[in-house]
């Protein structure tokens, strides 16, 4: 019996160590806001690919205590990445989604509703952007069910938006994006 705790302690250890291996460790904040305060003054590109370097690639940040600031300022000023997000600027997308990495609480909320909204506009841009970034969402509803929460008591509002989101995501053809597409329908379907 020890020896079997002894080994599952040392298990536990490894497992624990090897889960904080994997965790990026927190972006220079204050990089992350001065670009956002450049990006929010006149949203472009260039500045959108140097908040993309600045945010880590594929996990998400534990370490956000010293970011809390500039995390509420990208939240309160999210309108200027929403309306580029709309308009198919691939940076923009990009930002959108890498941005998860950071976001927690309402800030992971509002950016479920920005890139779920996506859907309808360019399904294709957001299936391309959401398999690149797959390792974020463990849990698709979700993003993919963003729309519940503001269509809660209104059934019908909430059975066409989900229509659009399923016809929208039908439309896309690419090979490359079928599997992740169909995942995503099926799981609405269930909504």
Request: hydrophobic letters at 45%; charged letters at 25%; aromatic letters at 8%.
């Amino acid at each position: 019996m020890m020896r079997r705790m002894a080994v599952i302690g040392a298990w536990l250890l490894l497992a624990t160590a090897a889960g904080l291996a994997q965790t990026p460790p927190a972006p220079d904040w204050k990089a992350l806001e001065d670009n956002w305060n450049a990006y929010y003054a006149e949203p472009n590109e260039e500045v959108a690919q140097k908040l993309i370097a600045l945010l880590p690639d594929g996990a998400k940040v534990m370490d956000i205590k010293d970011g809390f600031t500039v995390l509420n300022s990208i939240n309160d000023h999210l309108g200027v990445l929403e309306g580029e997000i709309y308009s198919g600027n691939p940076a923009a997308v990009k930002l959108g989604f890498r941005l998860f990495t950071i976001a927690y609480g309402g800030f992971e909320v509002n950016l479920n509703k920005i890139m779920g909204n996506l859907i309808a506009f360019n399904p294709r841009i957001f299936l391309e952007e959401l398999g690149a970034n797959r390792d974020l969402f463990p849990n698709l509803e979700t993003l993919l069910g963003s729309f519940l929460r503001d269509t809660a008591s209104d059934a019908v509002a909430r059975d066409l938006e989900k229509k659009l989101r399923i016809k929208s995501l039908e439309s896309v053809e690419e090979k490359s994006l079928k599997a992740l597409r169909s995942e995503c329908i099926k799981i609405l379907k269930k909504l």
